[in-house]
C-alpha cells in the first residue's frame, strides 16, 4: 500500500488545517492508520489514530480537543482536522498503516507515507 499525506501549509496560531491520508494499491478499509509527526530536532512522535472500523480513536493529549480524525473508506483517505493550531504544532506530519489503535495508542507501524509539512507562526 502506498500513502500519501497532503493538506499541510503555513498558518497563523489559532487557524486550523485539514490533512488528508489518501491510499492506493490497497484499500484503507483493511487498516488502522495512525498520524504521526515530526519537528526539528526532536523524535517523531504519535498523534493520533484511528482503527479500522473507526470504533477506536486515540489523541496525543498535547492535541485532545483540538484534532479530529476521521475516515472515508469509501474514498480510501483518513483525515486529521486539526484546530486552534499552535506554534507547537509545527512539524512534518506523516500517516501510516498500524497493526492496531488502542487506548495508549497506535502500534506496529507498517507503511509510512510521505510526510506534509505544517507550520504554525505569527
Known amino acids: 500500500v502506498q500513502l500519501q499525506a497532503s493538506g499541510g501549509g503555513s498558518v497563523q496560531p489559532g487557524e486550523s488545517l485539514r490533512l488528508s491520508c489518501a491510499a492506493s494499491g490497497s484499500t484503507l478499509a483493511s487498516w488502522s492508520i495512525g498520524w504521526f509527526r515530526q519537528a526539528p530536532g526532536k523524535e517523531r512522535e504519535a498523534v493520533s489514530c484511528?482503527?479500522?472500523?473507526?470504533?477506536?480513536?486515540y489523541y496525543k493529549d498535547f492535541v485532545k480537543g483540538r484534532f479530529i480524525i476521521s475516515r472515508d473508506d469509501a474514498k480510501n483517505t483518513v483525515y486529521l482536522q486539526m484546530n486552534r493550531l499552535k506554534p507547537g504544532d509545527t512539524a512534518v506530519y506523516y500517516c501510516a498503516t498500524v497493526n492496531g489503535c488502542y487506548s495508549g495508542g497506535p502500534f506496529g507501524m507498517n507503511y509510512w507515507g510521505k510526510g506534509t509539512q505544517v507550520t504554525v507562526s505569527s
Open positions: 484511528i482503527s479500522r472500523n473507526a470504533g477506536s480513536t
